[in-house]
């Protein structure tokens, strides 16, 4: 549950509890109430994610969706999974909320465009039941949906440039590193936006911020690294950055 402006504003209490936070070991992504944000925060994460939200529902494959019913199950399915994967989270009485993020697996499977699009979505599922603000949506949607995105098409990219045939390249570049420097960014960037907006100073023991920083991205990493090597195994075909031919061509095609 989110507080209201008058129990937000107590630079010890927040001091306090963002040491406790951190030296618990328990540190995710956050996602933060509209309390804790000026107006001008607000407005600034609305006018970023609506334009990148518009562009990729533009760019969204519609057709090949609206005609292909597995498409449309996988689509389905990754958004169900990141809306109760969200859900797992815990709410501090300050206003921030900490979960898993889970969105580098979510591009690798739909690509970029119905990521983000599917990120709203779960977003949205959050706002209908409480547990988003809708005012902080556009912050939330920028740090929670498209940064991840953001890097993971990035290193993807790469990956794709360098036309590797290591499959071990595919997991660990386009899924683990990426999935890691996500939270990295997200948590970073969420602290910036916090001290900004001057609600949570900066703690006294920011030298230990670094080794506390491994204990938030390597959960992120493996549990997408984890996926993303599942579903190579199994499911190749569900991932649609991967390419199959070059990463599980036959032995004797590398003579040719």
Known sequence: ???????????????????????????????????????????????????????????????????????????????????????????????????????????????????????????????????????????????LVLVPVLVTEVCALWVERRQSQNLFVYIFCSGFFPAALAALLCVLLGLWVLWLDGRFPMPFWLEDFIGYLWLVMFPEAFINGTLITALVVFKPEWLETFNRDRYLQAPWNDDE
């Open 1 to 143: 549950m989110y507080v209201d402006s008058s129990r937000a504003v107590h630079p010890p209490r927040h001091v306090e509890w963002i040491a406790e936070y951190w030296r618990s070991g328990a540190a995710r992504v956050a996602v933060i109430a509209a309390e804790l944000l000026s107006s001008t925060t607000l407005t600034a994460g609305w006018l970023i994610y609506l334009p990148v939200l518009a562009w990729a529902v533009f760019r969204s494959p519609w057709l090949e969706l609206f005609s292909d019913t597995r498409r449309q199950h996988l689509l389905f399915g990754t958004v169900l999974g990141l809306f109760v994967l969200w859900l797992v989270r815990r709410d501090f009485d300050v206003g921030v909320s900490f979960h898993f993020i889970g969105m580098t697996v979510v591009t690798l499977l739909l690509d970029w465009p119905l990521a983000v699009v599917g990120g709203l979505v779960a977003q949205l599922g959050l706002l209908a039941i409480g547990r988003q603000d809708l005012a902080a949506l556009g912050v939330n949607g920028v740090l």
